[in-house]
Nanobody, 115 residues
Framework: QGQLVESGGGLVQPGESLRLSCAGF????????MGWYRQAPGKQRELVAA???????NVADSVKGRFTISTDNAKNTAYLQMNSLKPEDTAVYYC?????????WGQGTQVTVSS
């Protein structure tokens, strides 16, 4: 059973922004990094942004300059700020540790970018 709850997705037009939230990330963060993953229809799940336990961040080339990962420890919540969204960003977005814990996947949150 998943321990993480993603939210914040929705339908937006190209160029708009969304901020996704991941409640409960500290339960799986521990000694691992945490990441935001996405899975588009017919494609494999991919890691798009990661935050190491040491605080460094890394994002996939496809979202570089547009997506930012962050956390709020007081709220036990991680975020993915997504700007300048493109139709190819359409996917279900998940948070999990890096590497992922197969028992920690949540329901994900759907992001649809369409005009």
């Amino acid at each position: 059973q998943g321990q993480l709850v993603e939210s914040g997705g929705g339908l937006v037009q190209p160029g708009e922004s969304l901020r996704l939230s991941c409640a409960g990330f500290r339960s799986i963060f521990k000694m691992y990094g945490m990441g935001w993953y996405r899975q588009a229809p017919g494609k494999q799940r991919e890691l798009v942004a990661a935050l190491s336990s040491g605080g460094s961040t890394n994002v996939a080339d496809s979202v570089k300059g547009r997506f930012t990962i962050s956390t709020d420890n007081a709220k036990n919540t991680a975020y993915l700020q997504m700007n300048s969204l493109k139709p190819e960003d359409t996917a279900v977005y998940y948070c999990n540790r890096v590497p992922p814990d197969r028992n920690a996947w949540g329901q994900g949150t759907q992001v649809t970018v369409s005009s």
